[in-house]
């Protein structure tokens, strides 16, 4: 068991944290903007373009994952 901790190596660590780590961060993520477009009375046009805006770069995160999957990298 060199070289591992509780039998994962550091790769199986990272990609652990990768994967659910950002994943929560970004259910976060979502909820401040929810939070945001709640405070501000932005109605329903508003609320739209705050996720809209505010949440590209959380699907282009995910649209990387969904491709590496389907390409088996």
């Known amino acids: 068991m060199d070289g591992t ?3 994962l190596t550091e790769a199986q660590i990272a990609q652990f944290g990768l ?6 961060f970004i259910l ?3 909820f401040i903007v929810l939070n945001l477009a709640r405070e501000s009375k932005a109605g329903k046009f508003g609320t739209f373009v705050l ?3 505010l949440s590209l770069g959380m699907l282009g995160f995910i649209a990387k994952n969904i491709i590496q999957w389907v390409l088996g990298m």
């Open 5 to 7: 901790l509780f039998g």
């Open 19 to 24: 994967t659910f780590g950002v994943g929560a």
């Open 28 to 30: 976060y993520m979502l």
């Open 51 to 53: 996720f809209l805006v």
